[in-house]
């Protein structure tokens, strides 16, 4: 479950996040549409820790990140390919990861078999691995302690269509399992593939919230 509460996030007198109030809540992928710019990345960084909120709050299962007592179990997180190493092979990267928060080493081998990736961990991210390829060994690292609520930031963007319909199959698969899903693209089409509720963020300002179904019909 995420908790947004009058979330708000200014960049000196650009207000980036404006008066977020809202609610996402398990066993569906809530989609998050808005152009470049409107916010989404900026949300999800305060969800987990790496922005601070300018007033308001963002909570994971009821706490703010920082109160999260196992992070790494309670939220995983697709953001731009910024936490993966070039120099390192996607087993050692996803080790340390997993060694930094108590994990036992042979979930490493679980997670990445999940996202078809188990023949290809010694490869490097960036050099031989594509950016599909990537993609899994993001997600296989945001999947690492199991965790029931994942974010995913524009995760598509760049892929090829191959790529494109493995995200969208898996992004399904983990909502069906329970999880709360929150996927963030600026293309209706992704939400229209994906997306149970649409979420519409404008200048950093909620537009809309809806089940898709409903979103279509109002155009
Ligand atoms: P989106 O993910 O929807 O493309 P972002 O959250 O990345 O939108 O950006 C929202 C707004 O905040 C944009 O105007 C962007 O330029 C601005 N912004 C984001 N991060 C920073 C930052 N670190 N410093 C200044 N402005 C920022
Ligand atoms: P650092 O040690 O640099 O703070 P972390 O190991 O905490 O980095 O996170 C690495 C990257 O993983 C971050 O840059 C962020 O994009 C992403 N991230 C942050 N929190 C989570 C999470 N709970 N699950 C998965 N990925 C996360």
């Known amino acids: 479950m995420i908790t947004l509460r009058g979330l708000t996030k200014r960049f000196g007198t650009a207000t980036a996040v404006d008066?977020?109030?809202?609610?996402?809540?398990?066993?569906?992928v809530t989609g998050f549409l808005g152009p470049n710019g409107a916010g989404k990345s900026t949300t999800m960084r305060m969800v987990l820790g790496l922005d601070r909120p300018t007033a308001g709050q963002a909570l994971v299962n009821g706490r703010a990140y920082r109160a999260l007592r196992h992070p790494l179990h309670e939220v995983g997180a697709l953001?731009?390919?910024?936490g993966i190493h070039p120099t390192r092979s996607?087993?050692?990267?996803?080790?340390a990861m997993a060694r930094s928060s108590g994990i036992p080493d042979?979930?490493?081998?679980?997670?990445?078999d999940l996202?078809?990736?188990?023949?290809?961990?010694?490869?490097k991210p960036g050099r031989t691995l594509s950016?599909?390829?990537?993609?899994?060994?993001?997600?296989?690292?945001?999947?690492?302690?199991?965790?029931?609520?994942?974010?995913?930031?524009?995760p598509v963007n760049g892929l090829d269509p191959d790529g494109v319909r493995w995200i969208r199959r898996f992004t399904r698969t983990l909502a069906d399992e329970g999880r709360t899903v929150l996927l963030s693209s600026h293309l209706m089409s992704e939400m229209q593939q994906t997306?149970?509720?649409v979420i519409v963020l404008g200048r950093g300002?909620?537009?809309?919230?809806?089940?898709?179904?409903e979103l279509i019909t109002a155009g």
């Open 131 to 154: 950016l599909g390829m990537g993609q899994r060994l993001g997600i296989a690292g945001a999947l690492l302690g199991d965790p029931p609520v994942l974010l995913l930031d524009e």
């Open 195 to 197: 997306a149970d509720r």
């Open 205 to 213: 300002r909620l537009i809309a919230d809806a089940p898709l179904a």
């Open 79 to 82: 953001l731009d390919a910024t």
């Open 115 to 123: 996202v078809g990736l188990d023949g290809r961990a010694a490869d």
């Open 19 to 28: 008066d977020l109030t809202v609610d996402i809540g398990p066993g569906q």
């Open 106 to 112: 042979r979930r490493v081998a679980e997670v990445l």
């Open 90 to 95: 996607g087993r050692s990267h996803l080790r």
